[in-house]
């Protein structure tokens, strides 16, 4: 593994940079205050990204994309993550599932998701299955050549500005010597479709702006050219292209963590305390290498895990360790920083106490610390045949 950047890599990491302190900073504490992203100032950053060409970047040059490896794409979302969710939303990044459709799903759903035409979002979390993917009761049944889908779905992120809906429903159930096990399929609904409602979601102290929608299907008809993959092969779908979106909440947790310790770090050498800078008291300049170490550690983690994709190596361990490592130190690090800044931390004024706030959610999103815990230690223990 090469430890340095290529000159394109350095391109890619200033270009995403600047645009980020240039179009996304500025809006921040407006998002902040109104609780959403005006439609547009959504519609500005999406054109300028377009024009940057950058849209999509995480998608191959056969479909229209940049074509970025794994290592380019996680330096891609590493700079973002130093922005505003709600507004880097729009940088656009779809989903790489869209990467299963078919061809007449190609010209109605991927190629105009990475043009920029259409949105997308994710579907797959219910109030009683989070993490248990296989608990979900939003179901599909056979009715003819169509499913009737019924149920709901909640926690949907970048639903209120989707065209269109990623969703997995449970389309069956097989009985195995462990007990019953759910299959589960995977479909593309479109808003505004028979029997589909997006309804508003919960206000959440993480990421305003970001909202959450409910998902409601009410004997929704769906034909089964809607399926994305196979009927009943969901977790086909999704073990293929999914499980390395850990790697990009663990990622952007390091670039809001970078933000978060400069401005500790300007702050510890500006503020005096009993005639000299605080940043020379032990008890802050020790909490301050803390932090850098944690930074350093997170960041190549995540680097590391996107070169073994880039590589074709096994990377599920890598990764889940990344996420876990990066979400915990961005908490950490935020709080730390909000420390350092004494009572000011706590203001609105400042960034702080918003970065502190919005690294709550990132330890539960994509699959929790305990669900993370889990993996790695499933992957260590199973070819011992514990």
Partial sequence: MDFGLSDEQEMIVSTVRSFVEREIYPHEAEVERLGQVPPE????????????????????????????????????????????????????????????????????????????????????????????????????????????????????????????????????????????????????VDRGHPGFEVLPGYRSVSHRGYGNSVLSFDNCRLPEGQVLGEVDGGFAVMNDWLYATRLTVATMSVGRARRAFDLGLRYAAEREQFGQPIGRFQGVSFQLADMITEIDAADWMTLAGAWRLDQGLPANREIASAKLYATEMLARVTDGVLQIHGG????????????????????????TSEIQRHIISRELLRPLGA
């Fill in 344 to 367: 000011m931390g706590l203001m609105s004024d400042l960034p702080v106490e918003r970065f502190w706030r919005d690294a709550r959610v990132e330890r539960i999103w994509d699959g």
């Fill in 41 to 188: 100032l959504a519609q500005e950053i999406r054109r300028k990204v377009i024009d940057l060409g950058f849209y999509a970047c995480n998608f191959p040059e056969d479909v229209g994309g940049a074509g970025l490896s794994h290592l380019d794409f996680t330096l891609v979302e590493r700079e973002l993550g130093r922005g505003s969710m709600a507004l880097t939303h729009f940088f656009g990044r779809p989903q790489n599932i869209l990467m299963a459709c078919d061809a007449a799903q190609r010209e109605r759903y991927l190629l105009p998701a990475v043009r920029g035409e259409r949105m997308d979002a994710l579907a797959m979390t219910e109030p009683g299955a989070g993490s248990d993917v296989r608990g979900m009761s939003c179901s599909a049944q056979r009715d003819g050549g169509d499913f009737v889908v019924n149920g709901s779905k909640h926690f949907i992120s970048g639903a209120e500005h989707a065209d269109f809906f990623i969703v997995f429903v449970a389309t069956g159930i097989d009985e195995t010597a462990r007990g019953p096990k759910k299959r589960i399929t995977c479909f593309l």
